[in-house]
């Protein structure tokens, strides 16, 4: 009784006894039923795909990032495959279509970041982007020395972010847009 409280709950074979010699869990799963589990568990969906990216060697290590962090936050979130062939400079994405439509524009706004502000358009917004407007006097503080802080904000609530332009507006001087993947 006091097991079965607690959600213990022992159990005896068809075989008889339950005890410790032979017999007790003989042929307790099927081969064919765990096969058939591996099976749905491996099936991909129907708009599983691959694409393929070519970049220049800069935007590989950016994309890739200090011992291949960025890329895995970008799988991460995307929750999409990737891997990047270094010596071909070819980024390769594997997934649904949403996640490879995601992982390509996380790598893309990453990219951007090595040349300038990103610029963030109405066709970014897959149902997965929050937008702050973070007063300009604390931007300092939001991304910490060398964006630490806002990495340590990513790792923690996995997620991907970046300071960023709006549209084909320029920058509002009171604030700047923080996009929150």
């Not at 694409?51 to 060697?57: F, G, H, L, P, R």
């Not at 290590?61 to 071909?88: C, N, P, Q, W, Y």
Request: a neutral charge; glycine letters at 14%.
């Amino acid at each position: 009784l006091a097991a079965a409280k607690h959600g213990i709950f022992l159990r005896r074979s068809a075989a008889g006894g339950g005890g410790g010699g032979g017999g007790g869990r003989r042929d307790s799963r099927s081969r064919s039923r765990s096969d058939d589990d591996v099976a749905v568990r491996n099936k991909k969906p129907d708009d599983y795909g691959v694409e393929t990216i070519k970049i220049t060697d800069d935007d590989a290590a950016f994309v890739l990032g200090k011992g291949g962090k960025t890329k895995e936050k970008i799988s991460r979130v995307s929750e999409a495959e990737i891997e990047l062939f270094e010596r071909d400079l070819i980024l390769e994405i594997r997934g649904t279509k949403v996640q490879r439509r995601r992982a390509k524009k996380y790598c893309e706004g990453v990219m951007a970041q090595r040349t300038g502000p990103v610029n963030v358009t109405e066709d970014y917004d897959d149902d997965d982007l929050t937008m702050l407007q973070v007063p300009q006097e604390t931007v300092g503080f939001v991304t910490g020395r060398a964006g630490n802080f806002l990495r340590t904000i990513e790792e923690e609530w996995g997620t991907l972010m970046f300071f960023c332009e709006v549209g084909k507006g320029g920058r509002n001087k009171d604030y700047e847009k923080l996009a929150i993947f």
